[in-house]
């Protein structure tokens, strides 16, 4: 039977909406005066309320966390995999109601929201098998009477921290990673969406997942977050967000030698050489430029194509920002949908302003009239340097698409910024393809596709776009210490 959750959506299963945080496998509600409200970015309309906690309930569940981890880090890799099957097994099956709660939530359109579901499903299933090979290793004795052990155990009791922008992928990598290694969790998701994190919280308890092992808290984001660095419980940290507040929660962490993962800001080049595949680039990266309304870390944003490429390039990007369809994400037409906030509608504004300013030129889509936060979809060519655009994130629907002419050129332009997470190049000559790839400073370079992140690889940034990495082997291991064992006999 179908059941309607919250205002404007119908939900095959409403348990999955949740208006409370979760905290040692109890749902603890608001009071009627101490909430924070979830709206519809692409209406402006009510959905939700959740808790607004503070330092005393994070404290509750950082406690939680720490009774429960004993008892889950003793569990065998194999039940702990048990459970986050079952996980998978349930978010599979309610695949389109986990995408309608996140695209009302956070505004991107609904096919968008769908892929971000079985993505997470993936990574929450990659991370149950691969828990089972945190292999150790033997190292060969020197004498004939001894052995030497390494092994890899759980750190601990984990504190995430994860943004608005992918409601469900970033807590499912969090999670996922950390209960498999054998850890337990407080993760603190963003306030303006909480609701698709309290569904897989929702879909853990119901697959068998014991309590205290994920706790979800929101609310007081300087409480909560002061609560959880300063904890001596809390053995590791795992944030996702701006540089900015990375370098804060880094700097609280070290106090009292915290582990740490961070994946930060970022300003993808793009660097589109004359002899590369212009249907395979526009296809490839353009497209993801305007995904989520360009609000991807790993968004390409500074676009830069060789002399003889540049005028067919330019002018294939700005035909398809012109042609995407703008408007609510729950329309099934809609290809793009509104930015997540007021704060990143104003921003953009700005920038492309700043832009202007400063000589750029400047086309632009179309967006629905009315409510909403919506900004059209954008293409500034020429920019110069000095235009803040080309040294802030934009982390908006606005691509800029510059010119270059030789190879030490583009490499120069790409390496510019103190950021490094993701970096794109378009060549079919392979020299070039070697060159590039050895050259650019990113913790990740794609050549010919806009596809960075699998579940079985390393996602993460060097310089100013964080230290660590979330996915692959090296993600899992971010959440266990390393024993040395000497044996004599």
Sequence with gaps: MVTKAFTGVALQDSRLFRQASYVDGVWVESS????LEVDNPATGEIVGTVPRLGKAETSRAVVAAARAFPAWRKTTAKARAVVMRRWFDLMMANQEDLARLMTTEQGKPLAESRGEVLSSCEIFEWNADEGRRLYGRIVPARARDSAQHVLREPVGPVAAFTPWNFPATTPARKISGALAAGCTCVIKPAEETPLTCLALAAALADAGLPDGVLNVVFGDAAAISHALLESPAIRKIS???????????????????????????????????DDADMDRAVAQVVSLKYRNAGQICISPTRFVA?????????????????????????????????????????????????????????????????????????????????ARIMNEEPFGPVAVVNRFARFEDAIAEANRLPFGLSAFVFTRDLATAQRAAAAIESGMVSINTGKVAWPETPFGGVKDSGSGSEGGSEGLEGYTVTKSVSLAW
């Excluded at 009627?32 to 909430?35: K, L």
């Excluded at 967000?241 to 993962?261: F, Y």
């Design 306 to 386: 060789q002399e003889k490429a540049f005028g067919e390039f330019a002018e294939r990007v700005q035909a398809y920002a012109g042609g995407l369809r703008v408007g609510p994400g729950l329309e099934e037409k809609t290809q793009m949908g509104p930015l997540a906030n007021q704060r990143r509608a104003e921003a953009i504004g700005e920038l492309v302003e700043d832009a202007l300013g400063a000589g750029s030129r400047a086309t632009a889509g179309s967006k629905p009239a009315g409510s909403g936060w919506f900004h059209a979809p954008t293409v500034l060519s020429d920019v110069p340097v000095r």
């Design 239 to 273: 944030f996702t967000g701006s540089t900015r507040v990375g370098r804060m929660l880094a700097e609280h962490a070290g106090r009292t030698l915290k582990k740490a993962t961070l994946e930060l800001g970022g300003h993808a080049p793009v660097v589109v050489f």
């Design 32 to 35: 009627a005066n101490d909430v």
